[in-house]
C-alpha cells in the first residue's frame, strides 16, 4: 500500500489506544493552529451560549461536480444555519449539497467506521523496527469494544498490534464539513463560510480605579469570551451583541450530521446597523450600534480566542469618569405602632459607601453600557490596589444615572435612640430621636442619615432641618468635618 496516506492506529487489544499521523492531517490526537493563519475571520459572539462564525479561506476550484472538505470547523455547529458566498468569483460554482461530520471521537466509533474494510495489522519487532504486518478485513463488535482480524485462513481476535488504514476510509477524527460543487470556471479564489454555533459566549465586567484626591474613577469595560466549540479562532473581528434575539439553533449532536446548504450574496456577519455611532475612549475609539432591538459592539483590535479558553479582551479604554461619594446610614423604621426596644439602648449603624456617575458625555462616556459586574479598588498608603467593592451595571442607556453601592464603612457609622415617647393630646403621639453622628476619617465629608417612617405622621423639632423624599421616607445630609462628631435630635408627630 505504498504510495498511500495510512491512518495508523496503535494498541487496540484493549478499548483505549492513541493516534499518530502517516501523512494525514486529520489523524492527530492533537491539532495546533498557528496564530498567523490564512483565514479571515470575524465572530459575533451573542452572551446567550451561541455565535455566528464568518470567515474568508484560500481555495482551489475544481471542475465539473467535485466535493470540497472544509476542516477547522465547530464541533457545535448549526448544519442548518450554513452559507456560503464567492466574493471574488465572477462565476460562482453552484452548492449541489453539504455534509457535516461530527467525527469519530473516542475509540468506539473510530473501530465502527472501520468495520468490515481492508486493513493492516502490524506488529512490533524486538529491535524496534516494524515487524510482521496481516492484512485483512477489520470486524468490530457492535458496542466497538473489541474486533477481530479476518484473513483468508485465520481470525486474529483482539490482535495486540497495530491498526494500519487508509486515511480515506472515512474516518475523521475531527469535526469536518464537505460540499459538492459543480464548478464552471477553475482556479485560486476565496471561498466565504458563515454558520451558527453553540460553545461561545460573553459576559461584560467592568473595573473602576478610584483617585484618591479626585472624585472620578479610571473606569475600563472588558469581555470574558468563553469558547468550547472545539475549535481555535486566530486573528479574529469581534463583535459583541448584547440583548437575546429570538432563535432556534441545536446542537450538531442532537442531529444526523447531515444538511442541505445555500447560498448566500453575503455572510450573515456583516450587521446592518442603525443608530450607530463611534466614540473615543482613552486610547479606543468603540464602534456600537443597534442591530433592531440589540446592540453591538465592536472591540478595537482583533484577538486569538482559544478552544477550552475563557478570552478576556478590551471592549472600553481607560476613561476618567467624575463620580460623587455617598456616605449614607439607613435607620430602623420607626412607627406609631411599633416597637424599637429600649429606649435608653444605642444602635450603633455603619455607613455605607456608594459611588454615582452619569452615562454621558461629559462624563467621557455616553454610550450604551452592557450588564456586568463592577469591581471598585482604591489605594493604600503603600499605592497597592485595594479592593473596595463590588456591585453590577444593569444595562444602561446613554444619560442614564449609575449608583453603585460598594461597602459598609469602619469608621463612618451613627448611634441613635428614641430617647422619648410621649402622647401630645388625644389623637397625637411624639416619638423623639437622637443620632450621635460619627466621622472617623482624616477627610470632610457630607454624611446622609435616611429615615423610613410609616403611618400618618410630620417633623417637628429637628435640630437641622430634613428634606422629605417620599411618604415613607425623609432624609438629612450632615457635612462632617474629619474626626469629628455631631449630633442630631427630631421629634415625629404620628396622627392616631
Known amino acids: ?8 492506529i496503535f494498541g487496540l487489544a484493549a478499548t483505549a489506544f492513541g493516534l499518530v499521523n502517516s501523512g494525514c492531517g486529520r489523524a492527530l490526537a492533537q491539532q495546533s493552529i498557528p496564530l498567523e493563519s490564512d483565514r479571515n475571520i470575524a465572530l459575533t459572539v451573542y452572551k446567550e451560549d451561541f455565535a455566528m462564525v464568518s470567515e474568508k479561506r484560500p481555495i482551489d476550484l475544481p471542475d465539473g461536480h467535485r466535493r470540497v472538505s472544509i476542516d477547522d470547523v465547530s464541533k457545535q455547529l448549526d448544519p442548518e444555519s450554513i452559507l456560503f458566498d464567492w466574493p471574488q468569483s465572477s462565476q460562482k460554482p453552484r452548492v449541489v449539497a453539504t455534509t457535516y461530520d461530527l467525527g469519530v471521537g473516542n475509540g468506539a466509533n473510530l473501530l465502527r467506521r472501520l468495520n468490515g474494510k481492508q486493513v493492516d495489522m502490524m506488529w512490533p519487532s524486538n529491535d524496534g523496527k516494524p515487524g510482521e504486518t496481516v492484512t485483512g478485513r477489520l470486524e468490530a463488535a457492535d458496542q466497538g469494544d473489541s474486533f477481530a482480524l479476518r484473513t483468508n485462513d485465520k481470525l486474529y481476535v483482539n490482535p495486540g498490534g497495530t491498526i494500519v488504514a487508509s486515511s480515506s476510509s472515512a474516518a475523521s477524527t475531527l469535526p469536518q464539513l464537505s460540499v459538492e460543487l459543480d464548478c464552471n470556471s477553475v482556479g485560486k479564489t476565496q471561498l466565504g463560510l458563515s454558520y451558527l454555533t453553540r460553545g461561545m459566549s460573553w459576559s461584560a465586567d467592568y473595573v473602576a480605579k478610584l483617585d484618591p484626591t479626585l472624585d472620578q474613577v479610571e473606569f475600563e469595560c472588558w469581555a470574558t469570551i468563553k469558547n468550547t466549540t472545539g475549535l481555535t479562532f486566530p486573528s479574529a473581528k469581534l463583535t459583541l451583541m448584547a440583548g437575546s434575539p429570538n432563535r432556534s439553533v441545536q446542537s450538531a449532536q442532537d442531529r444526523a450530521g447531515f444538511s442541505g446548504g445555500g447560498e448566500a450574496q453575503a455572510p450573515m456577519a456583516t450587521l446592518s446597523m442603525d443608530r450607530s455611532g463611534a466614540l473615543e475612549m482613552g486610547r479606543h475609539r468603540v464602534a456600537y450600534g443597534a442591530v433592531g432591538d440589540i446592540y453591538a459592539y465592536k472591540v478595537p483590535s482583533t484577538a486569538t480566542i482559544g478552544q477550552d479558553q475563557m478570552n478576556r479582551v478590551s471592549v472600553l479604554g481607560t476613561c476618567e469618569v467624575p463620580i460623587k461619594r455617598d456616605y449614607a446610614v439607613r435607620l430602623s423604621p420607626i412607627s406609631y405602632w411599633g416597637y424599637e426596644g429600649d429606649y435608653e439602648s444605642q444602635n450603633h449603624i455603619p455607613a455605607t459607601l456608594s459611588i454615582s456617575f452619569v452615562n454621558d458625555k461629559d462624563s467621557h462616556l455616553g454610550i450604551p453600557l452592557p450588564a456586568g459586574d463592577v469591581k471598585v479598588y482604591d489605594a493604600d498608603s503603600d499605592g497597592n490596589a485595594i479592593l473596595t467593592g463590588a456591585a453590577t451595571i444593569r444595562d ?16 463612618v457609622y451613627c448611634e441613635y435612640k428614641i430617647v422619648r415617647s410621649e402622647r401630645i393630646d388625644k389623637h397625637t403621639v411624639r416619638k423623639t430621636v437622637q443620632a450621635t453622628l460619627h466621622n472617623e476619617k482624616r477627610k470632610s465629608i457630607d454624611l446622609r442619615l435616611v429615615q423610613s417612617i410609616y403611618g400618618s405622621w410630620k417633623p417637628v423639632k429637628e435640630s437641622s432641618p430634613s428634606k422629605k423624599l417620599d411618604s415613607n421616607d425623609i432624609q438629612w445630609i450632615i457635612p462632617m468635618e474629619s474626626s469629628s462628631e455631631k449630633k442630631l435630635i427630631y421629634s415625629i408627630d404620628f396622627r392616631i
Open 396 to 411: 444602561t442607556t446613554k444619560n442614564e444615572h449609575v449608583n453603585l453601592t460598594l461597602s459598609n464603612v469602619f469608621d
Open 1 to 8: 500500500m505504498s504510495g498511500q496516506k495510512k491512518l495508523v
